[in-house]
């Protein structure tokens, strides 16, 4: 297992479009994040999945965000009707369940630009 | 709510110690984390401390918490060139998600 991959690198998109990105975990890791990064700030968390169930959804996801993780394993975040503000970097992370005294450990990133 | 504090800029020089400094909100906050970010890439973790711990080192890193006061420092010794990257500092009450903070911009003059 390489890490937590994520799917594209980078998404150029039209104001308007949808978008579809995907994160897979490491594969032991039961507990997967989305957090959301723009410049010159630190990651916001969005949403979070422990195995299938989403346990808890920020106000930042508005109603044209949704995450699902069907199988438990990869997840994926669409944006509906993409507007400028959508532009940033998506992060997922994933972790092992309980209290995370190690952490979580991050893939790369998705750069959304919205033009 | 959970609020993270971090100065946004530091400067030093190669050789020499760098000192980020990290203030927290929320006193039920169990673990306490170092990233590190570098261009275009994810965080990376560094190190972390449990609340219960006053200091922590690991190599050149050396973590020091404030629980009464509720700072958090992250010293590198020995700062290299390297270096030069993000830093953000976060928090968890140990199964609510991390909250971060805005980074400080680390950067190390040859």
């Known amino acids: 297992d390489t890490g937590v991959s994520q799917d594209p690198r980078h998404k150029i998109t039209k104001r308007g479009q949808n978008v579809t990105f995907r994160c897979d975990p490491i594969s032991e890791h039961n507990r997967l994040y989305w957090y959301r990064q723009t410049l010159g700030q630190g990651p916001e968390f969005l949403t979070y999945f422990q195995n299938e169930a989403q346990l808890e959804k920020s106000r930042l996801l508005s109603d044209r965000f949704s995450a699902e993780r069907p199988k438990g394993s990869f997840s994926t975040l669409e944006i509906q009707r993409t507007e400028q503000g959508d532009s940033a970097m998506y992060l997922c992370?994933?972790?092992?369940?309980?209290?995370?005294?190690?952490?979580?450990?991050f893939g790369s990133g998705t750069r959304l630009t919205v033009v | 709510g959970e609020d993270v504090e971090q100065s946004l800029f530091l400067s030093v020089r190669e050789g020499d110690s760098s000192v980020i400094n990290c203030t927290y909100t929320?006193?039920?906050?169990?673990?306490l984390y170092w990233y590190k970010q570098e261009p275009g890439a994810g965080l990376q973790l560094l190190t972390y401390i449990f609340s219960n711990m006053d200091m922590k080192q690991d190599q050149r890193l050396t973590v020091l918490l404030n629980k009464k006061d509720k700072h958090l420092s992250l010293r590198i010794a020995d700062t290299q060139t390297g270096d030069s990257a993000i830093y953000f500092c976060?928090?968890?009450?140990?199964?609510?998600?991390?909250?971060f903070g805005k980074g400080t911009r680390l950067s190390v003059i040859a």
């Open positions: 929320d006193s039920s906050s169990t673990y």
């Open positions: 976060a928090e968890s009450t140990g199964n609510t998600p991390l909250v």
């Open positions: 992370a994933s972790s092992h369940p309980g209290p995370l005294a190690d952490g979580y450990t």
